[in-house]
């Protein structure tokens, strides 16, 4: 079954940093546009970034725009990023990487329909 892998995770003081990792060994990354999503608790997973296959297009949520930033690895770095920068509270949830269908984020991104594999997620916990 192919698989996708978080890592990164953990607890964080307010104003914090964060950097989450996406990996698979099962297939290249850089062939798909790769999604992060979060879900906290009591509430539905959504869209924070999204890259393409050439990281020539990146997309935020409005909540995370400015203080979150989205990459990929090298050539020989089959892996997706998540800089997470000014971590507030509000932030705290389970991130989840994807891979999408599709070769570009487009307007489509936020749909989980798009995506085919999922990670089983990372937590993230923002608190002082």
């Known amino acids: 079954q192919l698989q996708l892998a978080e890592s990164g995770g953990g607890w964080v003081q307010p104003g914090g940093s964060l950097r989450l990792s996406c990996t698979s060994s099962?297939?290249?990354?850089?062939?798909?546009?790769i999604g992060w999503f979060r879900q906290a608790p009591g509430k539905e997973r959504e869209g924070v970034s999204c890259?393409?296959?050439?990281?020539?297009?990146?997309?935020y949520a409005d909540s995370v725009r400015g203080r979150f930033t989205v990459s990929r690895g090298d050539a020989n770095d089959n892996a997706v990023y998540l800089q997470m920068n000014s971590l507030k509270p509000e932030d705290t949830a389970v991130y989840f990487c994807?891979?999408?269908?599709?070769?570009?984020?487009?307007?489509?991104?936020?749909?989980?329909?798009?995506?085919?594999?999922w990670g089983q997620g990372t937590q993230v916990t923002v608190s002082s």
């Open positions: 994807a891979k999408m269908t599709l070769r570009s984020c487009g307007n489509v991104w936020r749909t989980q329909s798009w995506y085919d594999y």
């Open positions: 099962d297939f290249t990354l850089n062939w798909w546009a």
């Open positions: 890259i393409t296959i050439n990281s020539d297009s990146l997309d």
